[in-house]
Antibody, heavy 118, light 112 residues
Framework: EVHLLESGGHLVQPGGCLRL?????????????MSWVRQAPGKGLEWVSS????????YYADSVKGRFTTSRDNSKNTLVLQMNSLGLEDTAVYYC???????????WGQGTLVTVSS | DIVMTQSPLSLPVTLGQPASISCTSS???????????LNWFQQRPGQSPRRLFY???NRDSGVPDRFSGSGSGTDFTLTISRVEAEDVGVYYC?????????FGQGTRLEIK
């Protein structure tokens, strides 16, 4: 059974940075593209970033491009989202999600809450 | 960016009755590889989203057959033949044909 466990969500001040991690189990992690999707409180789903199975290809939403970096360590079955220059609009639950191909999203983690506030 | 427009945004349904959610994209979702990357997700209250369908009409494992997905090009539909209490939640369409990936606004299904 696929299990995705996000961690690292925290309260951070505007302009600060945060590093989220997603630990995957139950799958051969290196075979799958991975994505980050966020959900602001009471709002809908917003795609943030995707990374190919090898890590060689990444895509970002315009709203985070230049501030967020997605990476992965296939030897540790871990996906990482480095978030810099955080703004109030980045407050959300961040979900880690697995996909077959780069444009797929199928299984989701339980999410980790990032709150940007002074 | 591709805009995904869902309707209705709120859907009150009587138990046992059918329900239908429409999703329209601002451009065709037919990829150059011939596939149409349109997914449907269900998010029950307090839970993470769960995929119901991929490539328009391919049902994910464990999804009851009272759910069906249909459509082509720019117009897609999620249909529930007989709504049950466990179907309460928010339903999202998502396109994966064009970057960036985009979601519809969500349709909240509730029991009347």
């Amino acid at each position: 059974e696929v299990h995705l466990l996000e961690s690292g969500g925290h309260l951070v001040q505007p302009g600060g940075c945060l590093r989220l991690s997603c630990a995957a189990s139950g799958i051969t992690f290196s075979n799958y593209a991975m994505s980050w999707v966020r959900q602001a409180p009471g709002k809908g789903l917003e795609w943030v970033s995707s990374i190919s199975d090898s890590g060689g290809i990444t895509y970002y939403a315009d709203s985070v491009k230049g501030r967020f970096t997605t990476s992965r360590d296939n030897s540790k079955n871990t996906l990482v989202l480095q978030m810099n220059s955080l703004g109030l609009e980045d407050t959300a639950v961040y979900y880690c999600a697995k996909g077959g191909q780069l444009r797929d999203i199928d299984c989701w983690g339980q999410g980790t809450l990032v709150t940007v506030s002074s | 960016d591709i805009v995904m427009t869902q309707s209705p945004l709120s859907l009150p349904v009587t138990l046992g009755q059918p329900a239908s959610i429409s999703c329209t994209s601002s451009q065709s979702l037919v990829h150059t590889d011939g596939d149409t990357y349109l997914n449907w997700f269900q998010q029950r209250p307090g839970q993470s989203p769960r995929r119901l369908f991929y490539k328009v009409s391919n049902r994910d494992s464990g999804v009851p057959d009272r759910f069906s997905g249909s459509g082509s090009g720019t117009d897609f539909t999620l249909t529930i033949s007989r709504v049950e209490a466990e179907d309460v939640g928010v339903y999202y369409c998502m396109q994966g044909t064009h970057w960036p990936l985009t979601f519809g606004q969500g349709t909240r299904l509730e029991i009347k």
